[in-house]
């Protein structure tokens, strides 16, 4: 942006030079302030570039049009000249034809004519000058754009190849962290097998029956603990599940049957089967607390809303 600054024109005087190379300026900051996609300190100096130009384009268009205004108040003062000097060029002409002084007038109006080629050659460079000129600011700022375009792409492709760097080194953690845990695991299940016999959950039909539901829809959550589907399935069922019936009328023994199966995820966890399953990676024990909570919260709103109705 601050290249963008260093291109601004200068001011030469000549309002139709001055308004060309606003515009094409206010052009480009136009393309800029809405090209972005984040703001920066150069914010309130953009904006008062911009106000500056669309002033400055106003001024020049009202100097045009005083100009315009006196170009045709002068056009119609010379069309008068030219029409009294045509009769005068008329009576010189006939006087120097009874003086014999038309060769003289010959003379002159080649001295005229080569004049006005001078004259004409002169606006002709200078016309050319002016065009190379805006040509120039054209292919300056055109470069520009691409400049910054460039700059903004490098940018982006940096930023990605960061944000990239960083998820690899959280994966190859997260992979050392599920491969110590899991070799953890393998030591404290050789050490506690015996133990743990004894005392482990079977999570399985006769649990889940042991309490009916009110609403039979919630039996749902019978077929999806007792399906013969992997653990991390059957927990991304029972969230599904459980956002989805969000809201819907509950009975207290609903609210019996959901905390029976809550607390028979708790006993899974603590000495059961999702304990084996949570001690081989950190991302399955995130989801069975998940789970877990998403219970916990169903059942304290249910509780709340069934309080309400009661009340």
């Known amino acids: 942006i601050e290249k963008v600054f260093s291109y601004e024109p200068r001011l030469t005087g000549n309002p139709y030079v001055d308004k060309r190379n606003g515009e094409k300026f206010l052009e480009l900051l ?3 302030d809405n090209g972005r996609e984040v703001h920066s300190q150069f914010d309130g100096e953009i904006a008062e570039k911009k106000r500056n130009y669309q002033n400055l384009i106003a ?3 009202a100097k045009i049009n005083d100009i315009e205004k006196e170009v045709k108040s002068n056009r ?3 069309e008068e000249e030219r029409r009294l000097r045509t009769e005068l060029e008329k009576r010189i002409e006939e006087e120097r034809r009874r ?3 038309l060769e003289q007038s010959i003379e002159r109006q080649d001295e005229l004519a080569k004049q006005i080629m001078t004259i004409e050659k002169k606006v002709n460079a200078y016309s050319i000058k002016a065009d190379n000129a805006y040509k120039n600011i054209e292919r300056q700022l ?5 400049l910054f375009m460039d700059y903004i792409k490098k940018q982006g492709e ?14 190859n953690l997260e992979r050392k962290i599920d491969d110590y845990v899991r070799k953890e695991a393998v030591v404290k299940n050789a050490v506690c097998d015996a133990s743990a016999c004894s005392s482990y959950f079977i999570f399985n039909k006769s649990y889940v029956n042991l309490v009916e539901p009110a609403d039979s829809s919630y039996k749902i959550f019978e077929e999806i603990l007792c399906d013969d589907i992997p653990w991390t399935e059957k927990l991304r069922l029972l969230r599904n599940s459980l956002e989805r019936m969000k ?6 023994k609903d609210i019996e049957y959901l905390t029976h199966l809550k607390n028979g995820l708790h006993a899974s966890f603590t000495s059961g089967e999702l304990k084996g399953i949570a001690s081989t990676s950190i991302k399955k024990r995130k989801e069975i607390f998940e789970t877990i909570k998403l219970f916990d919260e169903f059942i304290e709103d249910a509780r709340k809303d069934l309080v309400k109705c009661v009340a």
């Not at 055109?142 to 691409?146: A, F, G, S």
């Open 247 to 252: 809201g819907r009328a509950v009975e207290k």
């Open 142 to 146: 055109h470069n520009l754009q691409r």
């Open 76 to 78: 119609k003062k010379l």
């Open 59 to 61: 001024e020049c268009e």
């Open 158 to 171: 940096e930023q990605q190849e960061h944000y990239q760097k960083v998820e690899q080194q959280i994966r």
């Open 30 to 32: 136009e393309r800029i």
């Open 99 to 101: 003086n014999g002084l």
